[in-house]
């Protein structure tokens, strides 16, 4: 990787897993300017799940849209976007167990997230429940 600052090379001096995002923390030091600076490494669903739908077609999963749709059931409360990323890493903890060969079924994403949204905040859970049907 390249500094942040100057674009000169970086030399990794820590690195930690991270479980709850499935991600590699590093601390970066430039081997220029010596300017320290923190990377994540994560994984890019889009290129490795798919969601199969109701009728069979698949589309590359995406953690943006699947943040929106709980954001948008969390509306109503003050700490919506933070309640909403932290239910969506919880989410994502709970699809990574149940996905197979990279394939997620459609209707798997809405009944977890249903399970997780009902276990923190029952009217978010009516609200998903009313958008995301998996019924034809």
Known sequence: MVCVYCGSLTQVTNSRSQKRNNGVWRRRRCLHCQSIFTSLETVDYAQVWNVQSIKGTYTPFSQ???FLS???S???RATAKEDAR???DTVMEKLRLKQQRGI???YTVIDVVQV???RFDKAASVY???RHSHKP
């Open 64 to 66: 943006d849209k699947l």
């Open 70 to 72: 709980i954001w948008q």
């Open 74 to 76: 969390c509306r109503h």
């Open 86 to 88: 932290q239910l969506t």
């Open 104 to 106: 997620l079924a459609v």
């Open 116 to 118: 997780v949204l009902n």
């Open 128 to 130: 998903y429940a009313a």
